[in-house]
Nanobody, 123 residues
Framework: HVQLVESGGGSVQAGGSLRLSCVAS????????MGWFRQIPDKEREGVAG???????SYADSVKGRFTISTDNAKNILFLQMNSLKPEDTAVYYC??????????????????RGQGTQVTVS
């Protein structure tokens, strides 16, 4: 399994931007399905964005047009560029990865590797 460490979270005003990074180690991410999930207290974990090994991407309706998922396979890093942030984007964001892509991208249980999370607060 690949190990994942997120960074880039913080506090920002509504309308602002943040870029989350997820550094992977233990394997190359180019052959993995990668994704970002977020967790709001007392709510279900939500799939935010996913990227397949072929580069195709998927987004939750709530972030389409505002968030962009991408990878730097040479550096083994996953990114989430978040623009036009809203207070409802406040959550802990988790980076995930799995070598298989046999379940829907937004099913958290389908990922074997998960980071520790990074807090994003929008006010």
């Amino acid at each position: 399994h690949v190990q994942l460490v997120e960074s880039g979270g913080g506090s920002v005003q509504a309308g602002g931007s943040l870029r989350l990074s997820c550094v992977a180690s233990g394997d190359t991410i180019g052959r993995y399905r990668m994704g970002w999930f977020r967790q709001i207290p007392d709510k279900e974990r939500e799939g935010v964005a996913g990227i397949e090994s072929d580069g195709s991407t998927s987004y939750a309706d709530s972030v389409k047009g505002r968030f962009t998922i991408s990878t730097d396979n040479a550096k083994n890093i996953l990114f989430l560029q978040m623009n036009s942030l809203k207070p409802e984007d406040t959550a802990v964001y988790y980076c995930v990865a799995d070598a298989k892509a046999v379940v829907p991208w937004d099913w958290f249980g389908g990922y074997s590797s998960r980071g520790q999370g990074t807090q994003v607060t929008v006010s």
